[in-house]
């Protein structure tokens, strides 16, 4: 018999349909020899193996394809950062430039700009002050061009609630809020409570992939004695990782002797709006909200008594009354922070 | 922070059980970057990674194909420590050093793995896929849609431009015939 016809009998056989002609065919030549039936049930075994094989054959083609479709992902990303695609606004912008800084340069603005300069070195009258504060302002909202502001976030209950700045959330249709472990995940939120004078926001994650936080390790210490030279720590969003600034308290009040707030020495930026100021027993005694630009060193953070009060008004209506526990107390600071630092989000307001 | 997962490890199973597409780019997403992790950690690099991730879940479907098949563990943990072993007997055959292993993640021991009887049937179905690269076309178009895919010798006929099926079957038989030649001499 052909070889071909015998694998064709073969798997015929495997699949259990072979008529009576073919039957006998396949009878007569197996036992014809000993190396016949061999040949047989090699055939046999090959074929089952390669029926086998089919589903496996299907997931690793499956497995391949997944794989080039997770490697075509990355390779998009990295498409938008090569040159290519921005030398031909190169040019655009060059003309751009080119003609805003002739026309300012006619229109006398540099000169201009000096004689300011020099005169607010010189004084330090009210028109000072108010030039100060216009330019506080102007740091806290000048994001306004661009598609989105930056700024923190952190964690008071296990049901999501996060404490911020008003200023932040004011304004916008969508609040975004990221983790600091996991900055794959971005969770929508929503505002549940604000206070527009004191600028603080309260926000609740309200996203379906939300679960919940556990074991929040800092505590809030809503009356905490305010002492000059009291040592204090800040974790914040300045830049696109966590940032860690530390200083102490400079001054018992804030921004235009505002009781409620203090002054803290802590190096800030903007993104730092709504980080939590902690002190030496890592409790949150209270929230960064703006700076001076006129004056070194003076960054102005609400106090936590601020917070209470907002609380208050939460716990009494829809939430149960916000209860953490300190469970680090007494280890040192970098401890303290690595365990706090998987509690503060990076917010994004679209 | 803890993040809700969209499928529990069960429905990941069956997933893969029954070749679900979503389910496997859920897993790889998941997975891939902490293996690539272990074996750049460990003197591999990036083609190693991809080439031992795509065979930890091929043996994870031979695993889960087994009847007494049950999750000891997480499956992430599960697939890590596949991907782990299959690592390890990798620079074993390099004949490079294991001993100092730079863990990424915790693992199940080999014992509790039982990988032995899968590696002996996945070499053999390497040299089966090895074999029908080495057939060339369109004997392995044919042996492919047949055995594979299933068709019907109709469509095959059809899709091959044979004038019928009965063509389209004498010329599987040939090819199968040498499959089988290159199989066996491997």
Known sequence: MKNTRLIELCEKYVNDCLNEQEKNELQLFVNASESNKQLF?????????????????????????????????????????????????????????VAVLFTLYVSGWFSYKQQIQAYRQLSNSITTISKNQKSLWNTLFSTNEITYVRGT??????????????H?????????????????????????????????????ISDSVFASIKNIPYSINYNF???LGTYVYSLGFSKSSIVFGEGSISSFTGFNEDTNSIQVSIPTNPGNSGSPVFNQYGEVIGIICGKNDGKEGSTYALHSKVLKNILDSLSNNKFNRIYLKNTIK???????????VPYIFKIEIY | ????????????????????????????????????????????????????FQESLITLFHKVQQENFSLTSKLNTYIYSIARNLWLTELKRKQKNTDDINEVEEFLPNDELLL?????????????????????????????????????????????????????KNQKYKCLLRLKKIYQKM
């Open chain 1, 168 to 204: 932040l959330v004011k304004d916008y249709d969508s609040v975004l809020v990221i983790n600091a472990s996991d900055s794959s995940v971005k969770m929508h939120a929503k505002l549940v409570a604000c206070d527009k004078n004191l600028d603080i926001a309260i926000l609740k």
């Open chain 1, 153 to 166: 976030a952190f964690a008071i209950s296990s049901d999501g609630l996060l404490a911020t700045s008003y």
């Open chain 2, 1 to 52: 922070m803890n993040i809700r997962s969209p499928f529990n490890d069960d429905e990941l199973v069956q997933g893969i059980k029954d070749n679900n597409s979503m389910v496997i780019s859920y897993i790889y997403k998941k997975n891939y970057p902490t293996i690539a992790n272990f074996i750049r950690l460990n003197g591999g690099n990036d083609d190693d990674a991809k080439d031992i």
């Open chain 1, 41 to 97: 049930e090699e055939n046999l075994n090959f074929i089952k193996e390669l029926n086998n094989f089919g589903k496996y054959y299907l997931f690793e083609q499956n497995v391949k394809q997944v794989s080039r479709q997770y490697e075509e992902s990355f390779k998009n990303v990295r498409k938008q950062f090569t040159l290519s695609s921005v030398i031909p606004y190169i040019s655009v912008a060059a003309v751009s430039i």
């Open chain 2, 116 to 168: 032995d009887d899968i590696e002996l049937i996945r070499q053999n179905q390497k040299r089966l896929m090895w074999s029908l690269e080495k057939l060339g076309e369109p004997c392995k178009s044919i042996l492919s849609y047949f055995y594979f895919y299933q068709w019907s010798m109709q469509e095959i006929a059809e899709k091959m431009g044979y004038t019928n099926a009965e063509n389209a």
């Open chain 1, 225 to 227: 004695p305010v002492e």
């Open chain 1, 330 to 340: 007494y280890l040192p600071k970098n401890k303290q922070v690595s365990k706090i």
